[in-house]
């Protein structure tokens, strides 16, 4: 299936378009407003894994990174009749996750801010910098507990946002520069140096591991 | 790879330059999403619409801080003007009395006047207290200073009384003479400087007394004695210094003189 090589990586290989893939989202998504429940389905099992992955990439926290990825799903739902095919689905519902997950560092920053000046207290009156222990097994827990991973998930989400993003489409979720441009709606060149600079800063961060 | 195409042969590239890094970066295991999460979804979508994060236009921070920074403004807007407000009470209301005029003998007496005359030698003529019909005051000729003058000294300016009306520089000799529409002259008080003027002395303070720089010819101080070089220390006996002042009834009747070392009382023969 197409959405098999989402899973799947290698060393940066090479990518192309499948346009089976787009017409498949298409098709799902003319199904999904003709009513089609299952089709929607369908495009959760195929897109729930990797906007999942990628939003704990970014955020470095699971529950906020399930929260925000359950979120993408609903928008990309209520908002069916505004979606357009001229960009392939997959580059739509990133776009959504990534606006989401920009959306939560800035209000994270705001929570921060005040917090600092002692002024204000959180808007539902709880400490706002508490993060609640995740007891839900993870798939593959035992795997993401090796220090090495969470080294790296940590310098990841230390690199400034703007680098951040465009490192984990490329080095995690394997997305082709043409669509990372598309997704954070850059330029091809700016993308690409976004993330020569981002895996620059990964480096100085990670020599230890290199 | 000379098959692929270029543009993906430069991706190829960069992904070598940081090759260390992608492969590090392709070592992390991935997350899965949890059982439930398609339930999760289905039911937020049952609830209705997203909501926004951002509840309110505001961030949440204008908010708070914008009725914040009103009220200071206001606050300080009341607190300064009341610290202004304040302050102008210490200042005190300006004096709408004039300075008596007084006349003199005549037009040829000549009068040595200091150099800038400050507005107060503007002087008023103060009504005669003992006629009630307070009219404007008439002009006389002949001389003044009788002593025979039957016009009560306590009504009069300093106890003088003169014809000529002395004018600031500059003024002509048929220049009206100061009084509100009633006629009525206005009082006020009169410094040592312009006392001394009316007197027909010249002087300035200096740390014992107001020493007599010249005296004019025909006048008060010259029929009294007094002479150039004589340091003034206390009219009537009240002690002079560079800012003494004199009320409107002020009656000069005597001066403290030092001259030559020696103090002396001279009466004023008016």
Redesign the interface.
């Known amino acids: 299936m197409a959405f098999d090589n989402i ?1 799947s ?4 290989g ?2 192309t378009s499948m346009p089976e893939e787009k017409l498949s989202d298409h098709a799902l998504i003319e199904a999904t407003r003709s009513g089609d429940e299952t089709a929607f ?1 369908e495009i ?2 195929r897109y ?2 990797p906007i ?2 990628y939003l ?2 970014f955020l470095n926290d ?1 529950e906020e ?2 929260d925000l ?3 993408t ?3 990309v ?2 908002a069916l009749d505004r979606y357009h095919t001229q960009f392939a689905f997959s580059t739509y519902i990133y776009r959504i996750a990534t606006n989401l997950a920009i ?2 560092i800035r ?1 994270r920053k ?1 929570r921060r ?2 917090s600092l000046t002692g ?2 207290q959180n ?1 539902d009156d709880t400490q706002v910098e508490f993060q609640p222990p995740d007891t ?1 097994p ?3 827990r035992a ?2 507990d090796s220090e ?2 969470q080294m ?2 940590r310098a ?1 989400a230390a690199l400034p946002e703007k680098y951040r993003l465009p ?1 984990i489409l490329r ?2 979720e394997g997305k ?2 043409d669509e990372i441009a598309e997704i954070m709606e850059l330029g091809l060149g700016t993308t ?1 140096s976004r ?2 600079r981002g ?2 800063l ?2 100085e961060k ?1 020599q230890h ?2 | 790879m000379g098959n692929l195409d270029p543009h993906i042969l430069e991706e190829i590239d960069l992904d070598t330059a940081d090759e260390p890094v992608v492969r590090l970066l392709n070592t992390l295991e991935r997350v899965e999403p949890p059982n439930d999460f398609d339930m999760r979804v289905r039911a937020r979508i049952a609830a209705g619409r997203p909501a926004d994060r951002q509840v309110s236009w505001l961030p949440p921070s204008l908010r708070y801080a914008v009725p914040l920074v009103l009220l200071l403004l206001v606050g300080g807007y009341f607190a300064i003007s009341n610290y202004y407000s304040s302050k102008n009470v210490d200042v005190p209301p300006v004096a709408e009395s004039r300075p008596p005029i007084v006349t003199l003998p005549d037009d040829k007496t000549a009068i040595t006047v200091p150099e800038a005359p400050s507005p107060e030698t503007l002087a008023v003529k103060q009504p005669d207290q003992s006629n009630k019909d307070l009219g404007p005051p008439s002009r006389k000729t002949g001389s003044s200073f009788d002593s025979s003058d039957d016009r009560p000294k306590s009504g009069s300016a300093l106890g003088l009384k003169v014809d000529v009306p002395i004018r600031p520089r500059g003024l002509e000799g048929n220049t009206t003479v100061l009084t509100n529409s009633n006629g009525i002259v206005r009082s006020t008080s009169i410094s040592a400087r312009d006392l001394f003027d009316i007197l027909g002395i010249k002087g300035t303070f200096d740390m014992t007394g107001w020493k007599v720089d010249a005296v004019g010819a025909n006048t008060t101080a010259e029929r009294s004695g007094v002479k150039t070089g004589d340091v003034i220390e206390a009219v009537n006996d009240q002690r002079l210094t560079a800012k003494t002042s004199f009320g409107s009834n002020f009656n000069g009747k005597s001066l403290r003189i030092r001259r030559d070392g020696r103090t002396i009382k001279i009466d004023l023969v008016h």
């Open positions: 899973r990586f290698g060393s940066g090479t990518r389905a959760m099992g729930r894994g999942t992955n704990y990439r699971y990174a399930v990825a359950q979120e799903f609903v928008r739902y209520f959306s939560e209000r705001r801010l005040m002024l204000f808007e839900r993870l798939a593959d795997l993401v090495r991973s790296i998930g990841i490192v080095d995690v082709s520069y690409k993330i020569s895996r620059g990964l480096k990670l591991y290199l």
